[in-house]
């Protein structure tokens, strides 16, 4: 067993039980690769193949369902060891990652928070709530779906909501129709999962037009040039909300509707660690909607906070 990690038997667990390596890494939200490539060594370290699979179907080895119930079981005692650590108060700092977006209570380095160690790695939505669900960090602040929220068994909690601008070319800072304005959307799903899914909804309600990209530019000077090609307003990600613009470039606030963007505190639904929960009710207080209940406000249908 040298060399086998908790996290590789989380991703035999999770291919044993879909049979379907697609289904499997988007269940763990990590790329198709990423997770063949980690059965492989997860392979090489046992000494055993664990799946037959060809280009249509994928099935347990003999040894794969004979490891499969000890691999479950070694789980299950990890998540219980886990538990237990963390029910001891000041046990460890509050480990919190992020997006892009911090809680101002954290930038300000209010003593509410004191105990909080902010993660300097700064992955995308969906990586640290799966971090968060794994036990690697203890919250996160990110956008997360319900259906994100059910299947890694998380709670989230609102923290606050940007609304999305447009930047376009010219001098004209005036509202801009949704309708009326584009939105991109990136072939690395691995980077843009979450933005991709919110624009593709975003477009189809409210008749934004999808563009295609393959370059990264959701953001930075590639997202510049992708506006002055197309000479349209393109409406921004989070990412971009705060980048200081070049001097032929403007923002315009998007209307019909106000599209906004929450931001989650995501933590287990289990936890127990009362430095955690404390952290947590911290940063969440005072919070109330953040504006997002508004008449002509926009949110996804699966968004945690929207109103049904």
Known sequence: ?????????????????????????????????????????????????????????????????????????????????????????????????????????????????????????????????????????????????????????????????????????????????????LVLVDDDTTSWSSWNVYAEELAAATGARVVRISDGGITGPAFFDHVRRHGRPIINSPKGQSIPLPPDLVRRPVVAPRVLWTWSLVQREGEVRTSVLDVADALGGGVGDAGIHGPDSWLPEDDPHRRT
């Open 1 to 181: 067993m040298a060399g086998v990690e908790l996290r590789q038997l989380r991703y035999f667990v999770a291919v044993a039980e879909e049979l379907n390596f697609a289904r499997a890494a988007e269940r763990l939200l990590i790329a198709g690769p990423s997770l063949s490539q980690q059965i492989k060594a997860l392979e090489r370290s046992l000494g055993v193949r664990l799946f037959d699979r060809d280009r249509r179907s994928v099935s347990l080895t003999a040894a794969g369902a004979n490891l499969l119930p000890p691999a479950r079981a070694l789980l299950d005692q990890a998540d219980a060891l886990q538990r237990r650590a963390r029910a001891f108060p000041g046990a460890q700092p509050v480990r919190l990652g992020y997006v892009t977006w911090l809680p101002p209570a954290l930038r300000a380095g209010g003593s509410a928070v004191a105990r909080v160690h902010v993660d300097t790695w700064v992955a995308p939505s969906h990586a640290q709530a799966a971090r968060v669900a794994e036990g690697g960090l203890d919250l996160a602040v990110c956008w997360v779906r319900t259906g994100d929220l059910e299947r890694l068994g998380l709670r989230a909690r609102l923290l606050g909501a940007d609304r999305l601008e447009a930047v376009a070319p010219g001098r004209d800072t005036g509202d801009v129709a949704a309708r009326d304005a």
